[in-house]
Nanobody, 123 residues
């Protein structure tokens, strides 16, 4: 099993920045990729960014968000710049055991999820 703990959410004004972190523990050697999804009010959970040997981004965040990880590959970060009100959501960290990159931007049956951290973009 893998446990994921997110941190770094909060309230920020439009145009501002936040940095989210996700720390993995447990059987981290089984992780093939880690990433972030988000779920806004009344919306479905959607892909934001993921990282393995490559990085992947949703079109809506390209150029504004940057995903990275530490050398141990057990902590992943999401630097969010130029935040917009539509970025308001609960952000969930995901780790997948799947080595199929198709699932790096989608859910699979081999995923672990954190409990989420709320990001609110508002003036």
């Amino acid at each position: 099993q893998v446990q994921l703990v997110e941190s770094g959410g909060g309230l920020v004004q439009p145009g501002g920045s936040l940095r989210l972190s996700c720390a993995a523990s447990g059987r981290t050697s089984s992780i093939a990729a880690m990433g972030w999804f988000r779920q806004g009010p009344g919306e479905q959970r959607e892909f934001v960014a993921s990282i393995s040997a490559s990085t992947y981004y949703a079109d809506s965040v390209k150029g504004r968000f940057t995903i990275s990880r530490d050398n141990a590959k057990t902590t992943v970060y999401l630097q969010m710049n130029s935040l917009k009100t539509e970025d308001t959501a609960v952000y969930y960290c995901k780790a997948t055991r799947s080595s199929n990159s198709y699932y790096y931007t989608r859910r699979s049956g081999m995923d672990y999820w954190g409990k989420g951290t709320l990001v609110t973009v508002s003036s």
